[in-house]
């Protein structure tokens, strides 16, 4: 008889304590986590992680690899060109980043006050960022080819240069035609996202600072900038990012020439690891993106921390 | 990805079950005959070209065989990464269009298709000796060399004979020396320097050839780019690039020439057939007076740009001899002769039966065409096929050597810089 009862409460316990367990709020968290976690580890954690593992090995196309350690990135380190596309990166995220940062919030302050067609220029605004990059990029040609550059052909017209500028032949023109691509395309995200953050600040807090005897600027240094910090810390995120492994624009319009002087990590990777199918190789030279992007999204976030009041 | 979020848990059980049931019938069908083949190709610049293959020769073979055969088309441009994703996945189409030195690239995954090939030659009085140098690995054919495309130089006739020239040039210096007077009567050259794929190493390997300079010797070890030969045409070029050209060159690809020579901005560059073709449907005056003709001599004789269409199976492909008796099928003359024509000597055959063919007598201006394939190699040459070729070309070692000099770097540098590379990417080989 004990035996029995003893045997109904062991079977009858797992049920109970298994739906107690699950509704605990613990347990239920990870639960919904679980997913989009298994999906990330599915679609973002096993290429990166395969990335590290072709990176270590000689791996050519359609042939199986060899386990070489680090062989791969001791060669690019050897590499002239790998460090001329250190650079190259480095110039172009930079210098592309900083221009849409103060042209995008400039662009916000300025949508954010009223005027006529307000809601029609501010959906325009948007233009760039909505054609698909290939084709814009393809408009861009034709403004960057001297032959029918409306941009030379205005210098020519008015005296001032004959012939134009080659706007893609000369390598510090050639970067600067594709830094320049590269903030138009870019510049609209910015200015939009901006614009919602300008929105969110109370009209108060202006009001108070000007009780307060701060002038335009001081409202901007003291109320816009502080409060707009966070969503500028984001967005430069994000472009950072974009940037620095930007592909599309510069394979259209240069293929990293002339000479590589416009070559960056990820077309110069797609080079090697495609065109040359040494996937090993390519992989070494796409990963070494990944230390240095960290380390400024690190010290952005470090730097642009909201203060703690 | 979209796609998936709206599935229902019913649809995935679903597809899963279809998918098992697609394999077992899979596995059944390896052992009947296959209902189709599939081809794949890159989107053809002479547009009958593929449309031919599709309506004339796939009807055919499907009516004789009952064997249906799909063309599969990518855009330009992407071919070799759809060739990579199909033979790394194990599946994909069951035949390739190839250039360069992809037979070497994948020749794990390409049947050996030796057997074939020689049989095509001797129906077809026999295949040029450059058609084997892309094609043949370890002694094995592993592909059909279809055409060449090859790059010769294009020229205005009507501004030649102002400046003195009845015909081409037949020296680099020559050629050198019209391109001055060209271009002080605003008729400049333009040859690409910039990183293309075709219109840069069209007359850059040639150039470097032709100077008596290579980059690796025929051991494929020995690096001898550093050479006094290589210096003198490296020398040529900044003084060819300075007095005949202007600095937008330097960052050219392949369609810039097309471009400006068409726009009547220059008078002479290096392309495919490619100039001629739209010259004569969309300006026909200007067809008029546009020349093709071959590669100027250097001191150590003239070469041309290899740049083939070959053919290859996929060792993935279930049936095999199927997919070689359609190649067989295809490059017997009663199909082959036809599907040439439709592109004009676009595609440069590879067999000695089509020197003569009534195809070249459509448009003699492309008959130096069909006489470059003696002189031609790819480039690398005359090393054989390696990856370290296959690296050299995508890092662009020659042409940069020569842009860097006309940019202004020393011939020195440029020489030593391009000396470097080829050692540390020769050293794996």
Same mark, same amino acid.
């Given at each position: 008889?004990?035996?029995?009862?003893?045997?109904?409460?062991?079977?009858?316990?797992?049920?109970?304590?298994?739906?107690?367990?699950?509704?605990?709020?613990?347990?239920?968290?990870?639960?919904?986590?679980?997913?989009?976690?298994?999906?990330?580890?599915?679609? *973002?954690?096993?290429?990166?992680?395969?990335?590290?593992?072709?990176?270590?090995?000689?791996?050519?196309?359609?042939?199986?690899?060899?386990?070489?350690?680090?062989?791969?990135?001791?060669?690019?380190?050897?590499?002239?060109?790998?460090?001329? *596309?250190?650079?190259?990166?480095? *110039?172009?995220?930079?210098?592309?980043?900083?221009?849409?940062?103060?042209?995008?919030?400039?662009?916000?302050?300025?949508?954010?006050?009223?005027?006529?067609?307000?809601?029609?220029?501010?959906?325009?605004?948007?233009?760039?960022?909505?054609?698909?990059?290939?084709?814009?990029?393809?408009?861009?040609?034709?403004?960057?080819?001297?032959?029918?550059?409306?941009?030379?052909?205005?210098?020519?017209?008015?005296?001032?240069?004959?012939?134009?500028?080659?706007?893609?032949?000369?390598?510090?023109?050639?970067?600067?035609?594709?830094?320049?691509?590269?903030?138009?395309?870019?510049?609209?995200?910015?200015?939009?996202?901006?614009?919602?953050?300008?929105?969110?600040?109370?009209?108060?807090?202006?009001?108070?600072?000007?009780?307060?005897?701060?002038?335009?600027?001081?409202?901007?240094?003291?109320?816009?900038?502080?409060?707009?910090?966070?969503?500028?810390?984001? *967005?430069?995120?994000?472009?950072?990012?974009?940037?620095?492994?930007?592909?599309?624009?510069?394979?259209?319009?240069?293929?990293?020439?002339?000479?590589?002087?416009?070559?960056?990590?990820?077309?110069?990777?797609?080079?090697?690891?495609?065109?040359?199918?040494?996937?090993?190789?390519?992989?070494?030279?796409?990963?070494?993106?990944?230390?240095?992007?960290?380390?400024?999204?690190?010290?952005?976030?470090?730097?642009?921390?909201?203060?703690?009041? | 990805?979209?796609?998936?979020?709206?599935?229902?848990?019913?649809?995935?059980?679903?597809?899963?079950?279809?998918?098992?049931?697609?394999?077992?019938?899979?596995?059944?069908?390896?052992?009947?005959?296959?209902?189709?083949?599939?081809?794949?190709?890159?989107?053809?610049?002479?547009?009958?070209?593929?449309?031919?293959?599709?309506?004339?020769?796939?009807?055919?073979?499907?009516?004789?065989?009952?064997?249906?055969?799909?063309?599969?088309?990518?855009?330009?441009?992407?071919?070799?990464?759809?060739?990579?994703?199909?033979?790394?996945?194990?599946?994909?189409?069951?035949?390739?269009?190839?250039?360069?030195?992809?037979?070497?690239?994948?020749?794990?995954?390409?049947?050996?298709?030796?057997?074939?090939?020689?049989?095509?030659?001797?129906?077809?009085?026999?295949?040029?000796?450059?058609?084997?140098?892309?094609?043949?690995?370890?002694?094995?054919?592993?592909?059909?060399?279809?055409?060449?495309?090859?790059?010769?130089?294009?020229?205005?006739?009507?501004?030649?004979?102002?400046?003195?020239?009845?015909?081409?040039?037949?020296?680099?210096?020559?050629?050198?020396?019209?391109?001055?007077?060209?271009?002080?009567?605003?008729?400049?050259?333009?040859?690409?320097?910039?990183?293309?794929?075709?219109?840069?190493?069209?007359?850059?390997?040639?150039?470097?050839?032709?100077?008596?300079?290579?980059?690796?010797?025929?051991?494929?070890?020995?690096?001898?780019?550093?050479?006094?030969?290589?210096?003198?045409?490296?020398?040529?070029?900044?003084?060819?690039?300075?007095?005949?050209?202007?600095?937008?060159?330097?960052?050219?690809?392949?369609?810039?020439?097309?471009?400006?020579?068409?726009?009547?901005?220059?008078?002479?560059?290096?392309?495919?057939?490619?100039?001629?073709?739209?010259?004569?449907?969309?300006?026909?005056?200007?067809?008029?007076?546009?020349?093709?003709?071959?590669?100027?001599?250097?001191?150590?004789?003239?070469?041309?740009?290899?740049?083939?269409?070959?053919?290859?199976?996929?060792?993935?492909?279930?049936?095999?001899?199927?997919?070689?008796?359609?190649?067989?099928?295809?490059?017997?003359?009663?199909?082959?002769?036809?599907?040439?024509?439709?592109?004009?000597?676009?595609?440069?055959?590879?067999?000695?039966?089509?020197?003569?063919?009534?195809?070249?007598?459509?448009?003699?201006?492309?008959?130096?065409?069909?006489?470059?394939?003696?002189?031609?190699?790819?480039?690398?040459?005359?090393?054989?096929?390696?990856?370290?070729?296959?690296?050299?070309?995508?890092?662009?070692?020659?042409?940069?050597?020569?842009?860097?000099?006309?940019?202004?770097?020393?011939?020195?540098?440029?020489?030593?810089?391009?000396?470097?590379?080829?050692?540390?990417?020769?050293?794996?080989?």
């Amino acid at each position: 008889m004990t035996a029995v009862l003893a045997a109904s409460a062991v079977r009858r316990r797992p049920a109970v304590s298994l739906g107690r367990w699950l509704e605990r709020e613990g347990v239920f968290s990870w639960l919904m986590v679980a997913l989009p976690v298994a999906f990330l580890v599915a679609l *973002v954690g096993y290429p990166f992680f395969y990335g590290i593992w072709i990176s270590l090995q000689d791996r050519p196309v359609a042939k199986p690899g060899v386990f070489v350690g680090l062989d791969n990135f001791i060669n690019d380190w050897h590499d002239p060109v790998f460090w001329q *596309v250190v650079v190259n990166t480095f *110039v172009y995220t930079s210098t592309a980043t900083l221009l849409k940062m103060v042209g995008g919030l400039g662009l916000a302050l300025v949508m954010n006050q009223d005027f006529r067609f307000k809601n029609l220029t501010r959906a325009l605004l948007l233009l760039p960022f909505i054609v698909p990059t290939v084709l814009s990029t393809i408009a861009w040609q034709w403004i960057l080819d001297p032959a029918f550059s409306v941009i030379n052909w205005a210098l020519m017209q008015t005296g001032l240069a004959n012939p134009g500028p080659s706007w893609l032949g000369n390598p510090y023109l050639a970067m600067f035609s594709l830094i320049m691509v590269n903030t138009w395309r870019g510049l609209p995200f910015y200015a939009i996202t901006l614009l919602a953050g300008l929105q969110t600040i109370s009209p108060e807090l202006y009001e108070a600072a000007t009780i307060d005897g701060a002038g335009r600027w001081g409202r901007f240094r003291y109320v816009t900038l502080p409060l707009l910090k966070p969503i500028i810390f984001i *967005v430069t995120m994000f472009s950072v990012i974009f940037t620095f492994s930007d592909f599309q624009l510069i394979y259209v319009l240069t293929r990293g020439g002339p000479a590589n002087a416009t070559h960056v990590f990820a077309t110069y990777a797609f080079d090697v690891a495609m065109g040359a199918g040494q996937f090993g190789q390519g992989a070494s030279i796409a990963l070494s993106m990944v230390p240095p992007l960290a380390l400024i999204i690190l010290a952005m976030a470090i730097y642009m921390r909201p203060a703690k009041s | 990805m979209v796609a998936h979020s709206h599935q229902s848990r019913r649809d995935v059980l679903k597809l899963t079950a279809l998918g098992a049931a697609g394999t077992l019938l899979g596995a059944a069908a390896t052992q009947a005959a296959p209902k189709n083949l599939t081809m794949m190709h890159e989107s053809s610049f002479v547009p009958p070209y593929d449309a031919f293959f599709k309506n004339n020769l796939a009807a055919a073979y499907e009516k004789a065989t009952g064997i249906k055969v799909n063309y599969e088309v990518v855009s330009v441009g992407s071919l070799q990464t759809r060739v990579t994703t199909a033979a790394e996945n194990g599946s994909g189409p069951d035949m390739t269009a190839i250039g360069f030195n992809w037979a070497f690239l994948f020749d794990d995954k390409f049947v050996d298709v030796s057997d074939i090939a020689v049989e095509i030659g001797k129906e077809g009085g026999g295949w040029y000796e450059s058609a084997q140098e892309s094609v043949v690995v370890g002694g094995k054919w592993k592909a059909i060399p279809f055409g060449n495309i090859g790059q010769l130089m294009n020229w205005r006739t009507d501004w030649f004979k102002q400046a003195g020239y009845d015909k081409f040039p037949d020296t680099w210096d020559e050629l050198l020396e019209a391109g001055i007077k060209l271009k002080k009567a605003g008729h400049p050259f333009g040859f690409e320097l910039g990183h293309g794929f075709g219109d840069n190493h069209g007359w850059l390997y040639p150039l470097l050839w032709s100077y008596g300079a290579r980059e690796v010797e025929a051991d494929g070890k020995t690096i001898v780019i550093d050479s006094d030969e290589t210096a003198r045409a490296v020398d040529f070029c900044r003084k060819f690039f300075k007095e005949t050209m202007f600095e937008d060159v330097l960052g050219w690809t392949d369609v810039n020439n097309n471009k400006a020579f068409l726009s009547e901005q220059i008078s002479c560059t290096n392309n495919a057939e490619s100039i001629l073709w739209s010259a004569k449907r969309d300006f026909p005056d200007m067809a008029k007076v546009i020349d093709q003709s071959e590669n100027p001599k250097g001191p150590k004789g003239r070469f041309h740009m290899l740049n083939p269409l070959c053919h290859a199976v996929f060792t993935h492909t279930q049936d095999k001899q199927a997919a070689k008796d359609f190649l067989r099928w295809l490059m017997a003359p009663k199909q082959l002769g036809p599907w040439y024509d439709v592109a004009v000597t676009y595609y440069q055959p590879f067999l000695h039966a089509y020197d003569d063919a009534p195809m070249w007598k459509v448009e003699p201006r492309n008959l130096p065409y069909r006489d470059a394939l003696k002189t031609a190699h790819l480039p690398g040459w005359p090393a054989p096929l390696s990856r370290a070729q296959s690296e050299t070309i995508a890092k662009f070692v020659v042409i940069d050597m020569f842009a860097k000099a006309c940019a202004g770097k020393s011939t020195k540098e440029v020489i030593a810089d391009a000396q470097g590379q080829l050692k540390q990417i020769y050293k794996a080989a």
